[in-house]
């Protein structure tokens, strides 16, 4: 998979931009501010739906417009798509593949990218929300179909909450108890699934995760993904994650999951209906990193975090390039050579060397690893100040 164009319109500081890429390394190169992170930033949102900055998208909406585009041309396998996404605010985003309209969740059948930016040590220091949504994108990125799942189960738990609500507001009606088991099969049912996948991700990312920690730093400091469940009783929103974990030997078995889900709902029971909220599911676990058998957030230093976040994208990546359809994800590195020294920036510039795509962002040239510097786009005040521009969306 490979990006042959990106056009931009009204996209945070850009009113157009229209950028020909080339197969290989990219490199956007410009001083701070000036918007070559927006370019990296629109690829991410077509394949994630999302900002690694911000959580919502409002403000990738240029200032006194009413939407954004962003368009990509796409080459895979011999085929070209043109993959586009319009950002509207105050209503519904929309999409479309060869100007087919499609709904905005099936981008990633389409196009795959894995990010990593310095906000990615959110992923490690913050909350367990950070690490739901890291492992949520990776499952659409490596099997699509779930983001219709995570959708359901997103939309269950908002029923399922109101209802509770009500019954904590009214006194709980035995008709509220009888339509609150309804609402129990169908968050059990869907919450199944995806903690199901989410442990068989986190088990598949285990060799990944330490081969790419080795290659980064230059030793092996065993790093690991321990999978911490609220249907264990682990109170994640509250607690240090470190109390109770799904036993391996467990695998990611089906009918376990569900009798553990629905045990742990009904010993909640009295406890969700005083506070009128769900309070065991796939949207309250977590996952912890380890480093030599540590917690990485709270004992790890800030070099360590560092380069378990930027592994952690690596492992993402070749698990992308094994099993999903797409092939090779388009990596994007966003001001990440700053903060390596050389080593570790000529070793980084052999793994990544691997990928058919690499965009790269800097403010400093020198900055960068001479055998990544074949194309470089300048980028000032947001404009392209001398790529190849190639009027490639005239047509149609």
């Given at each position: ?22 197969p290989g390394a990219n490199l956007f190169v410009g001083k701070n501010g000036q918007g070559k992170t927006n370019l ?227 010993e909640k029971r009295r406890s969700e209906l005083d506070r009128g909220v769900t309070l065991v599911g796939a949207h ?27 592994a952690l994208k690596i492992a993402s990546a070749e698990i992308l390039r094994r099993d999903s359809l797409l092939g ?69």
């Open positions: 998979m490979i990006v042959t164009h990106l056009n931009l319109a009204d996209f945070r500081n850009y009113a157009s931009a229209d950028v020909a890429v080339s990296v930033e629109a690829l991410g949102y077509l394949s994630t739906l999302g900002s690694h900055r911000v959580s919502g998208d409002a403000p990738m909406i240029r200032a006194g417009q009413n939407s954004a585009v962003i368009r990509a041309k796409l080459h895979h396998n011999g085929r070209d798509l043109l993959a586009e996404v319009q950002i509207n605010r105050g209503a519904a985003n929309r999409a479309q593949i060869n100007r087919g309209q499609i709904k905005p969740r099936e981008l990633p059948r389409y196009f795959s990218s894995v990010l990593f930016a310095p906000e990615d040590l959110g992923i490690i220091r913050g909350d367990p929300s950070a690490r739901r949504r890291f492992l949520d994108q990776l499952l659409v990125l490596r099997t699509p179909r779930l983001a219709g799942v995570l959708a359901d189960y997103e939309r269950v738990l908002r029923q399922r909450n109101t209802l509770l609500k009500s019954a904590r507001a009214t006194g709980v009606k035995e008709s509220q108890l009888t339509t609150l088991e309804i609402w129990d099969d169908k968050l059990v049912a869907l919450g199944s699934e995806i903690i199901a996948e989410r442990l068989a991700l986190i088990s598949d990312l285990q060799v990944p995760i330490r081969t790419a920690y080795s290659e980064v730093v230059g030793a092996d400091h065993r790093p690991g993904l321990v999978p911490v469940l609220s249907i264990l009783g682990n109170d994640t929103e509250t607690d240090d994650p470190e109390n109770v974990v799904w036993d391996p030997s467990g695998g990611a078995d089906r009918g376990q999951i569900i009798a553990t889900f629905r045990a742990a709902l009904a309250r676990d977590d996952v912890r990193f380890d480093l030599n058998g540590l917690p990485v957030k709270g004992y790890a230093s800030h070099g360590e975090s560092w380069s378990f976040a930027l090779d994800p388009v990596l994007i590195l966003d001001d990440v050579f700053a903060e390596l020294d050389q080593r570790r920036r000529a070793r980084l510039a052999t793994i990544i060397s691997r990928y058919e795509q690499v965009f790269i962002t800097a403010a400093v040239l020198e900055d960068i690893p001479e055998e990544l510097t074949a194309h470089i786009v300048h980028i000032r005040s947001g404009t392209v100040v001398d790529p190849e521009v190639i009027d490639a969306f005239a047509e149609g």
